[in-house]
């Protein structure tokens, strides 16, 4: 067990929870290019963002999906990973990321971060997300695409001076 002499001090800061979407089609998957990188250069990644106050996990993921691809999600069907980081920006922020089985609709993006949505078959979907230069934001997604970790990881980091470090897997 961990010592209480490495425990964090509680942050009053707004916790963030974030849900992130993965859709697939005939061997493909979804992503979406937006400012990720450590300068605002676009990269490309999995759909999703942040939940609202009084939102649940599944009303946040329909309305982002919707919001940053245009297409019209069903209930997730199984969680694809859990990834919680610890950062001064933002002090104990989960993202969790859900498979969704059920979609229709045309790809358009009506989010101004978002400048592009489209289907990759998933060997190029993992190069592209291995371009995110946050260990915390690349990994776990590279990790689940390519089936080296099983569906429900967590993922536990802490970032410090810009740099993320890998404290536990499970």
Known sequence: MPDDD?????????????????????GEVLLVRERLGRDGELLWSLPGGGAQTGELLHEALRREMREETGLLVGDPVGTAFLVHVDSPQHPSAIAMAFELAEWEGTLASHDDEVTEARFF??????????????????????????????????????TSEGRDTLLARW
């Open 121 to 158: 078959p998933v060997e190029e979907a993992i190069a592209l997300v291995g371009e995110l230069p946050s260990d915390a934001q690349r990994d776990p997604i590279v990790g689940y695409l390519s089936g080296t970790v099983v569906p429900g990881t967590t993922w536990l980091y802490r």
């Open 6 to 26: 490495d425990a964090v001090p509680a942050a009053s800061a707004v916790r963030v929870q974030l849900v992130i979407g993965i859709v697939r089609r005939d």
